[in-house]
């Protein structure tokens, strides 16, 4: 593309980009397309030659937008409500325009230097002490692999060598995201190491099961290697007693990492401090901003207060990328299973600058006050009942009608057939989870451009088609 198309076609596209964020609603919110449709409309083969940019912007539209589900929308309420922002969206064109490759400090300093100030930044709005060191990953999964992959690298170093021998037990609660068990099997640890401890009637950890677990497997012949806590369960975002677990974990000598994906950036908010008070003694702690923070997916931070073991576990220096600068010089591919990464900090420097500490706490409220509003609307009618606590920004409930008595399995059909007929309205799109058992309706708030009329038209469409 020479300079002049290339800047013909980029005012093209911020054109159509600001349009697109200017009105997402006028999209159906789920695509309405089935499974197949879209590679029925595309050629099998890649052209031989190549193609005007007109032609595939053409067919971008054409055939591609339909098969979107317009995480923009201000309809959009399931699984956890995610939105970029103007600030994210720029930072993305210009660090794919810069194509840096941040493996080593000299491969772009900037790039590594950045991540440094940034993720202080952001360490300091979640009041986190200071000797929580941060790296930037895709995602929270990935996040976690690593925190557990420090933590082995704690209890076992001889893995790295030798491979793994012996029993080595993790602890989470039952309501853990699955990302747990997948860095558990990645690492080598076998799925049968995780013991998921049963939660309470909130879906909070049960501390003293976790201690007696811990006694009875070291009793056992198991080694364990870490606990996981949550703050903000992805069904229902109940909060582990975070602190409790952490007492456990110092007495018992226990790694403990804190998945915060989705909530912990909440923790800036006054009055909200405490959630994230309990990690403070933490190992590791995970947090998304592409969550909840406005930044484009994707972007997780993993603190840790043990950066020299997450190095030790993963750092492997090939001859051709030694290089010669002094320590303390970081290079980012000392610290994960990647060696190529790419320039992620700029999004999120150039969304807490655009945003400021007080623009985005006033957002992340105002998103509290509406689930809460959504609950009380909720807890208010016959004919719905609220099946979690709400403390933070998701609302867990079910339709209850009438004729349906206490009968389980009728309501759960029920449920599900009204998710299914309000997420076909193209209006809204709620999720679900289960709940005790409980097939659950579940509306989370977390988009930008999401007000008030937005719930409420949410709440209409339910109680319309219940
Ligand atoms: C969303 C979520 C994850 C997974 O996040 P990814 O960044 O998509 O890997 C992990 N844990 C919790 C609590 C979550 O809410």
Redesign the pocket.
């Known amino acids: 593309m020479d300079p002049e198309a290339f800047r013909r076609e980029a005012h093209r596209v911020a054109d159509w980009v600001a349009d697109y964020l200017a009105d997402s609603a006028r999209y159906p919110v789920l695509a309405q397309i089935a499974p197949g449709d879209i590679v029925r409309a595309l050629p099998a083969e890649a052209p031989d030659t190549g193609e005007s940019f007109d032609a595939i912007f053409e067919d971008f539209e054409r055939v591609i937008m339909p098969g979107i589900t317009h995480w923009n929308h201000p309809g959009f309420f399931a699984y956890?409500s995610i939105t970029g922002s103007g600030p994210g969206i720029l930072a993305e064109f210009l660090s794919a325009a810069l194509n840096v490759q941040a493996m080593l400090w000299r491969t772009s300093p900037a790039a590594t230097e950045l991540e440094e100030v940034t993720l202080a930044w952001l360490r300091k709005l979640v009041h986190l002490p200071g000797d929580f060191d941060g790296v930037i990953y895709d995602?929270?999964?990935?996040s976690?692999l690593h925190a557990l992959a420090a933590a082995r690298e704690h209890v076992a170093p001889n893995v790295r060598a030798r491979g793994l021998i012996g029993r080595y037990r993790v602890y989470c609660s039952d309501q853990t995201?699955s990302?747990i068990d997948k860095a558990v099997i990645l690492l080598g640890l076998g799925h049968e190491s995780l013991r998921k401890i049963a939660s309470d009637s909130e879906f909070r950890m049960r501390v003293p099961a976790l201690a007696a677990a811990i006694h009875e497997d070291r009793a056992a012949g198991w080694t364990p290697l870490a606990v996981v806590a949550?703050v903000?369960?992805?069904s229902s975002t109940s909060i582990d007693p975070v602190a409790a677990v952490g007492e456990v974990c110092a007495r018992e000598k226990v790694w403990l990492h804190v998945?915060a994906?989705?909530a912990g950036v909440a923790a800036m908010v006054p009055g909200y401090e405490h959630i994230l008070a309990g990690a403070a003694g933490a190992d590791s702690i995970v947090l998304?901003p592409?969550?909840w923070l406005f930044t484009p997916f994707?972007l997780?931070v993993l603190y840790t207060r043990h950066m020299d073991l997450l190095r030790s576990a993963f750092s492997l220096t090939p001859d051709y990328l030694q290089t010669t600068e002094v320590s303390p010089v970081r290079n980012l591919m000392d610290t994960g299973v990647q060696l190529g990464r790419r320039f992620r900090a700029l999004k999120l420097w150039m969304v807490l600058r655009h945003f400021g500490a007080e623009g985005l706490k006033a957002r992340l409220s105002e998103h509290m006050r509406l689930a809460r509003l959504f609950a009380g609307w909720v807890d208010a009618s016959e004919d719905f009942e609220r099946l979690a606590p709400v403390p933070f920004s998701v609302v867990c409930f079910r339709s209850v009608p009438r004729a349906l008595g206490s009968d389980e399995t009728a309501l759960d059909a029920h449920n599900e057939k009204l998710l299914d007929s309000v997420n076909r309205t193209g209006a809204v799109f709620l999720s679900q989870t289960r709940l005790g058992g409980r097939y659950s309706l579940r509306l989370a708030v977390g988009n930008l451009h999401t007000t008030e009329q937005h719930v409420a038209r949410a709440w209409e469409l339910l109680n319309n088609l219940r």
């Open positions: 956890f995602t929270a999964s990935v976690t995201h990302s949550t903000g369960t992805t998945d994906a989705y998304n592409h969550k994707d997780s």
